[in-house]
T-cell receptor
Framework: DAKTTQPPSMDCAEGRAANLPCNHS???????VYWYRQIHSQGPQYIIH???NNETNEMASLIITEDRKSSTLILPHATLRDTAVYYCIVRVGNNQGGKLIFGQGTELSVKP | NAGVTQTPKFRVLKTGQSMTLLCAQDMNHEYMYWYRQDPGMGLRLIHY???????AKGEVPDGYNVSRLKKQNFLLGLESAAPSQTSVYFC??????????????FGPGTRLTVT
């Protein structure tokens, strides 16, 4: 699975959009980009995933560049409850037992 | 529907003692996983299982054994605990199949301290 690079920390004002970047320059054609988050030492929570098209769900939007070497997770109206560590992970669908390889993630602090 | 549950929530062991962590899921998931998370780090995969009776090694399997005798349960054993195994342990489960939308559901974690 390809490696990912994320900034270690970011701040965001409450009510504003939070844009979390992720670089995955060695991603293969059949690898998906997944985002999970972990709130205060709880178990991680799935947010969204995509292959090459932009995706949106009730939690967030995922923008993947045309060359697929980077992506951005967007939380459109961040709240204090969005303060968490956000992990960007690339993997080949649900093959290989659906394993996830976590990096160190980005610690997002949403401030009032 | 409880999702993924872990037992116990906290445990303190002395070096050399053994223990078993229990993970249970009620979502009829095929795949189950054990991760550990050290302070300030991301999760690392210890062992995983793609079905009842099968297990496989992850990134950091040494010092741990696992068993999946029933589909809904995944046990993680420490035969001789070491201080380096002090960590938070997370269990997760997910559905099988080739669809990419097979997110993992995580339990609340077990905080283990080995003195």
């Amino acid at each position: 699975d390809a490696k990912t690079t994320q900034p270690p920390s970011m701040d965001c004002a409450e009510g504003r959009a939070a844009n979390l970047p992720c670089n995955h320059s060695t991603i293969s054609g059949n690898e998906y980009v997944y985002w999970y988050r972990q709130i205060h030492s709880q178990g991680p929570q799935y947010i969204i995933h995509g292959l090459k098209n932009n995706e949106t769900n009730e939690m967030a939007s995922l923008i993947i560049t045309e060359d697929r070497k980077s992506s951005t997770l967007i939380l459109p109206h961040a709240t204090l409850r969005d303060t968490a560590v956000y992990y960007c992970i690339v993997r080949v669908g649900n093959n290989q037992g659906g394993k996830l390889i976590f990096g160190q993630g980005t610690e997002l602090s949403v401030k009032p | 529907n409880a999702g993924v549950t872990q037992t116990p929530k906290f445990r303190v062991l002395k070096t050399g003692q053994s223990m078993t962590l229990l993970c249970a899921q009620d979502m009829n998931h095929e795949y189950m996983y054990w991760y550990r998370q050290d302070p300030g780090m991301g999760l690392r995969l210890i062992h995983y299982s793609v079905g009842e009776g099968t297990t496989a090694k992850g990134e950091v399997p040494d010092g741990y054994n696992v068993s999946r005798l029933k589909k809904q349960n995944f046990l993680l054993g420490l035969e001789s605990a070491a201080p380096s195994q002090t960590s938070v342990y997370f269990c997760a489960s997910s559905g099988a199949g080739t669809s990419a939308r097979k997110e993992q559901y995580f339990g609340p974690g077990t905080r283990l301290t080995v003195t």
